[in-house]
C-alpha cells in the first residue's frame, strides 16, 4: 500500500511501501508531472508538480502602495507592486536583517547568492508622480531606483552574505 507524503506542502507525492513493488519511472513521473503517465504537452503537467511549479509559477495577488512606506518581505514576495500615486513617492526596501528574517518566515531559501524577482508598475498618469526605491540599512541598490509614470522596473534582489542584499534594477 502506498502513502502520501509533503500533504499542504508544494510538492506532495505518493511513494510505494517497502512491500509494493517499486517502479522508478512512475515515481519520478508522479514527482515531475503530477501524473503516472508523460503528458502529451504541457497542459498535462498538473500545477502541483515539481515542473508545474517551473512552467505556471505561482502569483500571488499583487501589492499596491500609492504613499511613501517601508517595504516588507511580504510585499516582495507577491512579486509584482502596482501603484498609482499622486505626487512622488519614496518605497524603502527593508533592512539586511528584516529581509533575512522575512525570507527565512516565508519558508524561502535564504543561503547566500540566491535571488528573487521583484516589478513595480507606476499607473500613475501625474506629472512627476515618480516612485524612487530607496535602500534601507545593509541593502543596497545597484542602477536606476527611479520608476517614471506609465511604466515599470523589473530588479531582482540578491543575498550576498547574512543580513546583507543587494537590489538590481535589470529591466
Known amino acids: 500500500m502506498s502513502s502520501q507524503?509533503?500533504?499542504?506542502?508544494?510538492?506532495?507525492?505518493?511513494i510505494p511501501d517497502y512491500s509494493d513493488t517499486a517502479d522508478i519511472q512512475v515515481a519520478l513521473q508522479l514527482l515531475a508531472y503530477g501524473t503516472t503517465s508523460t503528458p502529451a504537452?504541457?497542459?498535462?503537467?498538473?500545477?502541483?508538480?515539481?515542473?508545474?511549479?517551473?512552467?505556471?509559477?505561482?502569483?500571488?495577488?499583487?501589492?499596491?502602495?500609492?504613499s511613501t512606506a517601508t517595504l516588507t518581505i511580504a510585499q516582495l514576495l507577491t512579486y509584482i507592486i502596482t501603484s498609482a500615486p499622486s505626487s512622488a513617492i519614496n518605497l524603502t526596501l527593508p533592512t539586511g536583517t528584516l529581509s533575512d528574517t522575512g525570507i527565512n518566515g516565508a519558508g524561502q531559501v535564504s543561503a547566500n547568492n540566491t535571488s528573487f524577482d521583484w516589478s513595480i508598475i507606476n499607473t500613475?498618469?501625474?506629472?512627476?508622480?515618480?516612485?524612487?526605491?530607496?535602500?534601507?540599512?545593509?541593502?543596497?541598490?545597484?542602477?536606476?531606483?527611479?520608476v517614471a509614470i506609465g511604466t515599470s522596473a523589473r530588479f531582482r534582489t540578491r543575498k550576498t552574505a547574512t543580513n546583507t542584499f543587494v537590489t538590481y534594477r535589470i529591466a
Request: cysteine-free; overall charge positive.
Open 41 to 66: 504537452n504541457n497542459a498535462g503537467i498538473l500545477t502541483s508538480s515539481v515542473f508545474g511549479k517551473i512552467i505556471y509559477g505561482v502569483q500571488p495577488n499583487p501589492t499596491s502602495i500609492n
Open 124 to 146: 500613475s498618469s501625474t506629472t512627476g508622480a515618480t516612485v524612487t526605491i530607496l535602500a534601507g540599512t545593509a541593502h543596497t541598490i545597484v542602477g536606476s531606483a527611479t
Open 5 to 14: 507524503v509533503g500533504t499542504g506542502t508544494s510538492y506532495p507525492i505518493t
